[in-house]
């Protein structure tokens, strides 16, 4: 009867141990799965590479956008005021100045842990409509795109991305 139990009690440890290896090679792959997200950009600039616009007068320009698979950004106008909105701006100094952004339409989501509470989203592609205005002449410009990147999940750290554009301005 006593080696019955011991061989039980060892039996025991040993799936406990078989658990605990199983739940932390789990979390182990779910941590890289999260670093792999984090260090490509979540958001990918499309196009236009190129516009030609009239020099000093602005001029509407659609940015187009893909945000990967299984991931969504805070929309430009989040509903909750701690989120991270998602944002175009120019530096200043690039020949070109950003006149006007319109912002498309979230979508709203929701988590399935919390339905509650919703969330105005972008998903998939989307366009941001810029007016520019341009000096006269070509110019590389290095504009930039803030956002916030989540999944169903996790939110992964704010990130800013080159959005490169050749303004022809005549």
């Known amino acids: 009867m006593a080696r019955t ?5 060892i039996a025991a440890i040993a799936f406990l141990a078989l658990v605990a290896f199983a739940a932390q090679a789990q979390l182990l792959k779910s941590s890289a799965e999260d670093r792999a ?13 190129q ?8 001029t509407a320009v659609a940015l187009h956008f893909l945000i990967r698979e299984g991931l969504h950004i805070n929309s430009h106008t ?9 944002t175009l701006s120019i ?13 498309p339409p979230g979508m709203t989501f929701t988590y399935p842990t919390d339905p509650s509470t919703k969330l105005s989203v972008y998903t998939g592609e989307f366009t941001i409509q810029a007016r520019i205005v341009a000096a006269r002449g070509n110019h590389t410009v290095q504009a930039k795109l803030h956002y916030q990147a989540c999944d169903s999940n996790v939110c992964l750290p704010p990130r800013t991305i080159d959005v490169p554009i050749v303004v022809i301005a005549r």
């Open 5 to 9: 139990k011991t061989r039980i009690g």
């Open 91 to 103: 530096p200043d100094g690039a020949g070109v100045r950003l006149n006007a952004a319109t912002y």
């Open 37 to 49: 997200i984090a260090k490509t950009d979540a958001v990918k600039f499309m196009y236009p590479a």
């Open 51 to 58: 516009v030609n616009v009239a020099a000093g007068k602005p």
């Open 78 to 86: 989040p509903s909750e005021p701690e989120l991270i909105a998602t």
